[in-house]
């Protein structure tokens, strides 16, 4: 049961929700939506965006009622720290789930295609299923599959790409600045540019995937590299996308005065994401651009 009184020392229990179930629901939509469509079964984009469109609605109505709450004063100092506490583990969660992905990039360039060129324990296997292979990076393994491709210059449009998220890092910490002195104008600039800097990136990085497919034939399909190149930076380009919304949300947020200098927890959960979405940029263009 809901609590109605709300001191110092009480912590705010909501009244029981949907949104959680409706949540799961919409994120196995989009999960069967785009396995199928991947797997070459052309309604599985349909459901794949139905699964995003459910999703959305779920987290803007979940969202709204948060905030609803918030601005009815019914979270105390106990509940900001559960708050905080979340997203720190919410984050830490993010930093596994690249961890995984980086962990893949760098096993297959440092086992598994020495091992099937014949070094080490794949002697046998390069001598009698790939007699010839020789490994190297980029690499789309033995039988050349999805055939001949380029890679995508470092020096081109990842450097700026990247020189643009370093820039969104300074501008979403001088909003912080801004809203911490209480100078809204500065805040709404500053935060702005923040929202319009990832869009930015997301455009060149769609310019980049247009150009990867109809110029270098470089696919999803492009052996072990087409695979990990296309899933270490489509899923960063996905957490781009979320954060950007987040920082738009925010950015509305603040033009109606839902913070003051030292309640703003919403907008530092939102900072904390956008420099971590920074910071796993520049590893990705480390290793998968540069080396």
Known sequence: MAQTQHDA????VPHHSGWPFLGSIALFTTMIGVANWMNGHDWGQKVFFVGIAMLLLVLGRWF???????????????VD???????????????????????ALFYARQFALPWLSGVGDGALTNEFLYNGYTAGWPANGPGNIGGSYETIPAWGLPLLNTLILLTSGVTITMAHHALKQAHR?????????TVLLGALFLYFQATEYHEAYTELNLTLGSGIYGSTFFMLTGFHGMHVTLGAIMLAVIWLRCAKGHFSNDHHFAFEAVAWYWHFVDVVWLGLFLFVYVL
């Open 9 to 12: 020392s009480a912590y705010y």
């Open 64 to 78: 709204g009622d948060v905030i609803a709450e918030s601005l009815q004063g019914k979270y105390n100092a106990q």
């Open 81 to 103: 720290t559960s708050f905080r506490m979340g997203m720190m583990w919410f984050i830490f969660s993010e930093v596994m789930f690249f961890a995984a992905f980086f962990g």
């Open 185 to 193: 104008k500065s805040l709404l600039v500053w935060l702005g540019a």
